[in-house]
């Protein structure tokens, strides 16, 4: 054999040689899918680690019903539990300047709501409120809240206009609030939590909390012995200007009050006898919302409120004195049908009644979207009557006061056997933001917290 002759492999080396080949091609892959795995788990499920705040200890039983209320109370440091100041309380309309921002609080990514439309908006109000508290107020606040499923849907409800707008129109406009932004919109703004940001180290450092939704919804009762009506209230017309100057609320929600005001209008043209003369001047209107809590009113409200579980024609009276010169809009959640007949069999209030599912007439094709639609005929009321064991009240007696009502119109707090200079009920005016549970009296069995 030559000296520069090459040897050349056995069929049996070439065989070793590929098996070796494939072996390591295989560990490559391996590599590589253990390598996305590892942190596919560190980004969704080791919120533990590095930057991430976990909050509260159950994040994952969000869908178990038996946990609804197993909430985790969350105690805010009291000394930064303080009113907004007067500087602070115009909205301003600057959009969330992601360079400020050094909290983002998640809502909603757990898919469990808290039940109805009215208590999942108080959970998004208390979502704002924990934020801003421990963060600041705008113009200057560090801290955002990103909305996602539940809480996106509920925002969406009560302010999306969608023949106007795109989904992610109205996403980009939610940042011009100053106080939320919508998930989807962190990555672009440089907010995402990111496991790239985790390792290799963030440009700007952002701590994610993720609130689940019961213990958004208590917040503020969890932590009433630091808060006072009048911090409550500032911070209430605080957030709900912000979304009204910035959206007001969606035009499908108000097709059943354009309605009333058209019915209302055509009753004052046809002067109908049933309408006084001062009722044919005055287009304006009372709003009785009666909510029979699955059976629960009366216990909910304890024993001396129980009147306005029935709405009793002479409670009404009491409210509104016994010169009926407005028309009466009754708007309910269908449970008690003695309630709606007693009022419809009283000589002085049944003529006046309009019952909205019965005496408003849709044009057809035309939807009504419910409780929206009733939200809004409660919150443009004159005067408006409601159960103080009921959030859906609360909530309508918040947006009026937003909305300038005089606070004295909200009758939800009303206190027995007492009246005010006009003869009628007095109303428990900071009861509506921050019932004091000690005195038992105004506040029922069960308290609300907006």
Known sequence: MCANER????????????????ITRLALALLLVSTFLVLYFY????????????DPTHPFEGLDAKHRKQ???YKVDPSKVT?????????????????????????????????????????????????????????????????????????????????????????????????VVAEDRLQPLGLEDTWLES??????????????????????????EVFTPSIVKNRRKLILDAFLQQFGFAKQNLVQYNILMGHIHKQIQKRQ??????????????????????????????????DECWMRPSYVKEIIGTTIDKPIVFIWDGQNQDVLDSLKNDSEIGPALIVCEEDLVVP????????????????????????????????IGVFREALGRDPTTNKIYTIPGKLDSLGVLKVCEDCLYLCNEKLRMPCGHSTIYP
């Not at 898919?111 to 908006?121: D, I, K, L, P, S």
């Not at 009372?286 to 029979?292: E, G, K, L, M, T």
Request: aromatic letters at 12%; proline letters at 5%.
């Open 7 to 22: 040897k050349v492999p056995s069929t049996k080396t070439k065989t070793i040689m590929m098996s070796v080949l494939k």
């Open 43 to 54: 980004k969704n499920i080791a919120f533990s680690l590095s930057k991430f705040e976990f």
């Open 71 to 73: 909430h985790t109370a």
């Open 83 to 179: 009113d907004v100041l007067l500087e602070n309380r115009k909205f301003t309309g600057k959009a969330v300047d992601p360079s400020k921002i050094t909290h983002v609080y998640h809502l909603g990514y757990n898919h469990a709501g808290v039940g109805r439309f009215n208590n999942e908006w108080i959970a998004i109000l208390h979502a704002i409120d924990r934020a801003l508290i421990e963060h600041g107020d705008p113009p200057n606040n560090r801290a955002v809240v990103a909305l996602y499923s539940w809480s996106m849907e509920t925002v969406k409800e009560l302010f999306y206009n969608p023949q106007e707008e795109s989904e992610t129109e109205f996403s980009q406009r939610l940042e011009l609030t100053g106080l």
């Open 199 to 224: 390792i290799f180290g963030p440009k700007k450092t952002v701590t994610h909390v993720w609130l689940d939704s019961w213990d958004a919804f208590y917040f503020v009762q969890d932590n009433r």
């Open 273 to 306: 006898p049933n309408l006084s003369g001062e009722m044919k001047n005055n287009s304006g209107y009372v709003a009785i919302h009666s909510r029979w809590l699955e059976g629960q009113c009366e216990r909910r409200v304890s024993k001396p409120f129980v």
């Open 364 to 395: 057809k094709g035309v939807d009504i979207p419910q409780p929206l639609s009733d939200f809004m005929v409660g919150i443009m009321s004159d005067i408006f009557i409601g159960t103080r064991a009921s959030s859906f009240a609360a909530n």
